[in-house]
């Protein structure tokens, strides 16, 4: 089966064609990161109104890159949700119309499961069958959370974030310090050869601190970015040299340090409580190599395998989206012409 994907959920336009769940015959990313770093953020106006002018021409380019004639398709899938509503509407608005033009079914695809199915792009060498119970670690702009995926179909959320999430702490954080836009990059960049000990940022939730977001969860596998964030506005106000002088790549490592340490520590946690055969990164952050390395320290020192998505397929993109819509087991009911789109919609 050949789906035909579409995303457009935050700043980035993307279509890819991928065969069974696996096989990538083309996939494009145009991100619009130069048009938001002015305004040093995801502006939904504009990110809307870009998604228009771009992606019927790249859905004509991608089809053309895979050189695979329009009636090979099977089915069009998009993502309808979580994401920003303007943005997610030409998606969906776009799919509705290639589905009913190619008289195929158009397959609904919830963004946080496409990017856990992420981490099966690009390779073909791994078998869904062998990595299930998995304990995913899925760190975002938009999201952070903690899952246990059963099968492909069984995803279980055991944490999340209660403030900000990851990535958009180190977009905030990055602001802060002056570094630019998107933060995750900018500040891996200025980080590279700090010290990540230099200052001790907070990495927990402040005591007592209560969100209706925890609901059932377990609280100590939550996270909250909120403090660190303000801390490092309290650092940088006491010390103003430090965004221009040398130890900026130091409170830069510390910072991240402080955002990374956070996430291993509830992904370790939650290891000893789930008996799981693998474990997962995935989301736009997980293309931190930092991240990676502490993420493989603690994958070894529990024998486990890590499953770390691809660098090009952790930031958003639509391989993902049309992998699962055509991965065998996955219920891809078809979405009617009432489909809406859902910015809130959960994992
Ligand atoms: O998954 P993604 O493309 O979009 C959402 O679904 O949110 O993730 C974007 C996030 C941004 O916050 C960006 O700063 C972060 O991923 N990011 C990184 C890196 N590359 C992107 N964070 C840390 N290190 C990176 N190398
Ligand atoms: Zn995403």
Redesign the pocket.
């Known amino acids: 089966m050949i789906v035909l994907g579409i995303e457009t ?2 700043d ?1 336009t993307a279509v890819a064609l991928v065969e069974n769940g696996l096989k990538i015959h083309a996939h494009s990313v145009y991100t619009q990161i130069a048009a938001h770093r002015p305004y040093g953020g995801v502006v939904p106006e504009i990110a809307c109104r870009s998604h228009v002018e771009i992606l019927p021409g790249l859905i004509r380019d991608t089809v053309a890159d895979s050189g695979l004639a329009w009636d090979r398709i099977d089915a069009v899938a998009v993502t309808y949700g979580p ?1 920003l509503a303007s943005s997610l509407l030409v998606g969906v608005a776009a799919g509705k119309a290639l589905a009913l033009r190619l008289e195929k079914p158009l397959i609904a695809v919830n ?1 946080l499961r496409a ?1 856990i199915y992420s981490l099966f792009m690009g390779r073909e060498d791994l078998s869904p069958k062998q990595v299930y119970p998995l304990l995913i670690l899925l ?5 952070t959370c903690l899952v246990r995926a059963d099968s492909l179909n069984e995803c279980h959320l055991l944490g999340q974030t209660l403030d900000d ?4 702490a ?2 905030k954080g ?1 602001s802060v310090l002056g570094l630019g836009y ?4 900018a ?2 960049k200025a980080a590279w050869d700090g010290d990540p000990g230099f200052v001790r940022f907070p990495r927990g939730l402040r005591h007592g601190a209560q969100s209706s977001l925890a609901g059932s969860l377990e609280r100590d596998l939550c996270f909250s970015f909120s403090g660190l964030k303000t801390s490092l506005r309290y650092y940088v106000h006491d010390h103003p040299d430090v965004v221009a002088g040398e130890n900026l790549k130091n409170v830069a490592a510390s910072y991240q340090a402080a955002v990374i340490d956070a996430l291993v520590e509830r992904l370790e946690r939650a290891l000893a409580r789930h008996d799981v055969k693998a474990v997962a990164c995935v ?3 997980a ?3 930092v ?1 990676r390395d502490k993420l493989t320290e603690l994958a070894e020192a529990r024998k486990l395998p890590l499953l770390a998505a691809m660098p090009e397929f ?3 993109n639509a391989a993902m989206v049309a992998g699962l819509a055509g991965a065998p087991g996955y219920p891809a009911a078809a979405a009617g012409m009432d489909l809406d789109v859902e910015p809130n919609l959960a994992l």
Do not use: F, M
Request: proline letters at 6%; a negative charge; hydrophobic letters at 25%.
């Open positions: 959920s935050c980035e994401g963004h990017h760190v975002s702009g938009g999201h999430a990851a990535g958009e180190l977009d990055a998107p933060g995750g990059p500040i891996e989301g736009g952050v293309r931190n190599q991240l952790c930031t958003d």
